[in-house]
Structure formats: C-alpha cells, structure tokens
Nanobody, 126 residues
C-alpha cells in the first residue's frame, strides 16, 4: 500500500504561480509511475501530468503544456507540480496518483492508477 498526501493548494490570482507537493508513504521502495489529475466542479476528473519512475519522461495535457512542470524526488518520496501563469480555468481539486508497484512508466489513464491522495484545492480568481 502507498499513502499519498497532497499539499500546497490555495487561492491565487490569474498569472500567479503555485507549487503542489505529493508526499508518499508506505511501500515506497518500489518503482512506480506518478500522475496529477484535477476535477473542477461539475466536470469529470481529467489528466494533468505524468512522470515515470526515474523522472526521465514527462507528459502533459495540452491545456497545461508550457505552464506546468511535473517533477519527483525519489529519495524524498515526493512528486511536485509547479504551476505558473495560472488561469481561472485551472481552478479544481488536484489529486496525485501512483501506479501499481513495478509499473515504471507514467500514464494518462486514471484507471491505471491504484493509489490516490485526498486532493488539494486550487482556486484561481481575481
């Protein structure tokens, strides 16, 4: 089992930056891909970014490409989402997720993740 806890959300203005963190605990000595997803009110959960175990491969949703950066520190069991040039449409609950142990690569597809955090709210408003 892997437990995930997100932090770093908050209320910011359009154009601001924010960094989300996702701390993993439990069986973290295995390799697994990680991802960030988000869910806005009244909408489906959507893919934001994903990263493989060594951090050498990253992918992003078109809506955040060039503005968000996913990274990970495996020594610290933490994944980050650096968000810049934030827009009101980025307002959502952001969730980090971990793939099953041994699933080395990232994924766009939410059902391929076994473990989810509780989410952190990001609100972009003037």
């Amino acid at each position: 089992q892997v437990q995930l806890v997100e932090s770093g959300g908050g209320l910011v203005q359009p154009g601001d930056s924010l960094r989300l963190s996702c701390a993993a605990s439990g069986r973290t000595n295995r390799s697994y891909g990680m991802g960030w997803f988000r869910q806005a009110p009244g909408k489906e959960r959507e893919f934001v970014a994903t990263i493989n175990w060594p951090g050498s491969s990253r992918s992003y949703a078109d809506s955040v490409k060039g503005r968000f950066t996913i990274s990970r520190d495996n020594a610290d069991n933490t994944v980050y989402l650096q968000m810049s040039s934030l827009k009101p449409e980025d307002t959502a609950v952001y969730y980090c997720a971990a793939r099953p142990e041994g699933y080395y690569s990232g994924s766009y597809y939410a059902p391929e993740y076994n473990f989810w955090g509780q989410g952190t709210q990001v609100t972009v408003s003037s």
